[in-house]
């Protein structure tokens, strides 16, 4: 970051933003230059035509009109992740027993070359979709890497995913080859894929070949016409199609809890520079660092995780459940594999510290440089456990962006300090601001996060969805032409920001608007809570309607909420926050309901308390949980 700061001749980190916002060509060329993404070299001439055509307002992408980015331009995205050859490890790959195996550069390339050639004599050619059923193991890696070497679009989904979850995600795109897992491992269990993946060729009639990984026991006999993994092709040196910056590398989705899953195509070009953005600039690894971020490859972590590889970085890769009784199963992996980025969730921080890991008395972590934080916003009390019980200089990074953009709005810095319970910054070339209702810019206070300039990782386009209504529908309706994100948010006075929960999710009780996770910060760090959540129940109130706050929470196994602990919480919230965030209602739950990617499902809960149907539990981990909120008398 520094290096690229006085490149740049910027003279701090602020001032690098406004010029990488104000001077977007110049910005996004300079990334190209200082990262070395390969692509066709054209002799005297910059590799592209244009840096950018269009204007300022940001839009989905259209042909002939804009935003277009660096066009002329040819690369391919799995070339760049190849890029480093040689015998260092390339991945490294863990389960809940443990080391499992290790590839070096030079190993990965080879299997992707041969994998690339099975998908080639299957008939597999530039825009094809190939799709993973897979855990996250090394073979999910390779596939998507011969996949994208030949200009395929990849597309993937955890082996937690029931079979109608997959079917709405995979039977929309068509895909023409399937890899899959025999079994998968989860919290000491091993779980059988083969009759899914049976119906799930059955029913997806765009599947020509079915390929599966023996990964554990090769539980079943093999679907008809399927064939190993092993067995995929024969040796062959990895070849890569380049093509337009635009061309599509992945297909991800939406979760999914309102209706179908909307299919997000997302573009080689941007992911592969923002991606380095992130990577090289605001995560300063390279060729000597080990990345581990804790994902399924039904999140897009898995696919910013796997970029890492074109840092020349090793990419440690687990399956498995994050937190195990019998050993700190991910902290016995950052020390025996030098981990040096160690990426995870708030919501298993929060877990960690309520378990009373404590890595720094307990393990060697000097390796460790930067934690990364993502999936929800993450509280002060996950800043105050990492200094206290992991390490006391490691960089602590908090990161927020989506599978919408495949990247960050805000994220971490190493030239930058830590600040409690904020996110350091906003990402370089991303012209992100606050908007009040009415879409003026606030300076203070909270608001919607909203991107008010183009970006080059937006999606290049919606799948099946050929006007772009769908695409505008998603991000554009409330401000046209600003992105807005759906994140309700607030600026700091450091310049960093701070995350308060997602504004469809906001709280409006008596017109005062309030974040979900100002409540979440308070009531978690009450030993007694395991976790939370909270939703806004709509009540007649004075011949109007208005809304009081309603707090679910799961204890630790054994006690009961009571009034002396409900008047803890309530006091908590009271005295740390406001009178308005102090909930009506607090009720006891047995679990609580998420998204399979482990995201709190605030509107889920919120449409079950009205009697409203939801739409798609099959995007949900635990679907059943909702029938705990299912006509509590407490609600009458």
Request: hydrophobic share 40%.
């Amino acid at each position: 970051m520094t290096r690229f700061m006085r490149a740049a001749g910027a003279p701090d980190f602020d001032a690098l933003h406004r010029w990488s916002i104000a001077q977007k060509e110049a910005f996004w060329a300079g990334l190209w230059r200082f990262t070395g993404v390969v692509a066709d070299e054209r002799p005297g001439r910059e590799p592209w035509d244009t840096v950018f055509r269009g204007d300022n307002r940001v839009t989905p992408p259209t042909p002939g009109t804009g935003p277009a980015w660096f066009e002329g331009a040819r690369l391919n995205f799995a070339e760049n992740l190849l890029r480093h050859r040689g015998p260092r490890e390339a991945l490294v790959f863990w389960n809940e027993l443990g080391r499992q195996r290790s590839l070096t550069f030079d190993e990965l390339a080879a299997e992707v070359g041969r994998v690339a050639h099975g998908l080639r004599n299957s008939g597999v050619v530039a825009g094809d979709r190939v799709a993973g059923f897979l855990p996250n193991i090394p073979e999910a890696v390779i596939a998507m890497l011969a996949a994208t070497s030949l200009g395929a679009v990849w597309s993937s989904c955890s082996p937690d995913f029931g079979v109608n979850g997959v079917l709405d995600r995979f039977g929309q795109i068509e895909p023409k080859v399937l890899f899959a897992a025999s079994s998968y491992r989860y919290n000491g269990r091993e779980i059988d894929c083969i009759e899914r993946v049976r119906d799930i060729v059955q029913r997806i009639p765009s599947i020509k070949r079915l390929v599966v990984a023996p990964y554990l026991s090769a539980q079943g006999a093999l679907p008809g016409g399927a064939e190993w993994f092993a067995d995929f092709g024969a040796p062959a040196a990895p070849t890569f199609a380049r093509l337009p910056f635009a061309h599509p590398v992945y297909i991800m989705y939406s979760s999914g809890t309102t209706g179908l899953p909307k299919c997000m195509v997302h573009g080689a070009g941007g992911t592969l520079l923002q991606h380095l953005k992130e990577h090289v600039l605001h995560g300063d690894l390279g060729t000597d660092d080990r990345l581990f971020y804790f994902t399924t490859c039904g999140w897009m972590m898995w696919n910013w995780l796997v970029s890492g590889l074109a840092t020349g970085a090793t990419v440690v890769l687990y399956d498995g459940a994050p937190l195990l009784q019998a050993r700190p199963i991910l902290w016995d992996m950052a020390e025996a594999e030098r981990v040096t980025t160690f990426g995870t969730s708030a919501r298993w921080i929060a877990m960690a510290d309520k378990e009373g890991l404590a890595p720094r008395g307990t393990h060697d972590v000097g390796a460790l440089r930067a934690i990364l934080s993502t999936g929800s916003p993450l509280a002060p009390q996950g800043f105050d456990y990492v200094y206290r019980d992991v390490k006391p200089d490691v960089r602590l990074s908090s990161i927020s962006g989506g599978t919408d953009i495949i990247s960050c709005f805000a994220l971490g810095n190493p030239a930058l300090p830590v600040w409690r319970g904020e996110i350091q910054c906003r990402g370089l070339g991303m012209d992100v601001r606050v908007f009040d209702e009415a879409g003026g810019e606030l300076r203070s206070g909270t608001g919607e996060l909203v991107c008010a300039t183009p970006f080059p990782s937006m999606p290049v386009s919606f799948w099946n969805d050929p006007d772009g209504a769908q695409y505008r529908a998603a991000y554009f309706e409330k401000f046209p032409g600003v992105w807005r994100h759906g994140d309700w948010c607030e600026l700091t006075a450091s310049g960093g920001m701070v995350i308060h929960g997602r504004s469809d999710a906001t709280l409006n009780p008596g017109g005062v608007r309030i974040g979900t996770a100002e409540i979440y910060r308070q009531v978690e760090q009450l030993a007694e809570v395991l976790e939370s959540v909270v939703v806004g129940q709509d009540v007649v109130s004075g011949g109007g309607v208005d809304v009081r706050i309603v707090l679910f929470v799961r204890l630790r196994d054994g006690l009961r909420l009571d009034e002396p602990l409900r008047d803890r919480i309530r006091r908590r919230i009271r005295e740390n926050a406001s009178p308005h965030h102090v909930p009506k209602t607090i009720i006891q739950v047995a679990d609580i309901p998420r998204t399979i990617s482990g995201k709190i499902t605030e509107l889920a809960v919120r449409d079950v308390i009205h009697g409203r149907p939801v739409r798609n539990t099959e995007a949900l981990a635990n679907p059943s949980a909702l029938d705990l909120y299912r006509n509590l008398p407490e609600l009458g």
